[in-house]
């Protein structure tokens, strides 16, 4: 991070920047799934500029589009349910999945990775775009964030590989990713965690 003080406003600026970083990291996927979609605004980034057939998924459908306007692609579906559930959807499904600002709202992130894992095809990514502790978000919102080395261990605990996980944007973004093994015997689905693991307040 450089001297320069960070301006309050910092994430709605960024926002755009980190919508196409995304789009561009998963422009090869054709069936996404976004976690904790919110209003769906990403998901119908990603439709609309990479042709994707996105399902958001919230535990709360309050800032859903509508209808009208959540269809205007024809690839994007709403979902009001629980990530920890996603019985809709079968095994291996999917190609990749994101969550933009949502994980660290998650009680139960690792049940949630879990199941990402599940709807994940074999090669298929996982990326977390979140707010590092101690950053910007942290004075502005004061919720319970994670450092990029926990948010690693979460995902090595729920078995990705190849993972990366680093503070990006001058410090006030964490982004991380992995990947659901690719190799026959890594196939089976892990056993859940069994703990109930909370991100550790600041
Ligand atoms: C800060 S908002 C971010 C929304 C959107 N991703 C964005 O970037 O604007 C976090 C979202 O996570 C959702 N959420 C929290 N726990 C969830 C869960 N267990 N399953 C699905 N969504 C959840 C909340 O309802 C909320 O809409």
Same mark, same amino acid.
């Given at each position: 991070m450089?001297?320069?003080?960070?301006?309050?406003?910092?994430?709605?600026?960024a926002k755009p920047r980190?919508?196409?970083?995304?789009?561009?990291e998963l422009r090869v996927a054709r069936h996404v799934l976004d976690i904790g979609c919110g209003a769906c605004e990403l998901t119908e980034f990603l439709a609309r500029g990479y042709h994707q057939d996105v399902t958001g998924v919230d535990v709360s459908s309050e800032s859903f589009p509508r209808r009208? /306007?959540? +269809?205007?692609?024809?690839?994007? =579906?709403?979902?009001c349910r629980d990530a920890r559930q996603l019985d809709f959807i079968k095994d291996e499904k999917i190609d990749a999945v994101v969550t933009m600002w949502a994980l660290h709202e998650m009680t139960y992130p690792l049940e949630i990775l879990s199941e990402a894992w599940r709807v994940l095809r074999p090669g298929?990514?996982?990326?977390?775009?979140?707010?590092?502790r101690d950053s910007l978000a942290q004075r502005l919102w004061?919720?319970?964030?994670?450092?990029?080395?926990?948010?690693?261990?979460m995902l /090595?605990? +729920?078995?990705?590989?190849?993972? =990366?996980?680093r503070a990006i944007e001058r410090g006030q973004i964490l982004w991380a990713k992995g990947y659901r093994p690719e190799a026959i015997a890594d196939r089976k689905r892990p056993a859940a965690p069994s703990a109930e693991k909370r991100l550790t307040k600041t």
């Open positions: 450089n001297g320069r003080p960070v301006p309050d406003d910092f994430y709605e600026v980190l919508y196409g970083r995304i789009g561009r009208a /306007r959540c +269809t205007t692609s024809g690839r994007v =579906r709403c979902v298929g990514e996982i990326l977390i775009v979140d707010f590092p004061n919720e319970t964030y994670c450092r990029p080395d926990e948010l690693a261990e /090595r605990e +729920t078995h990705f590989s190849l993972i =990366r996980s």
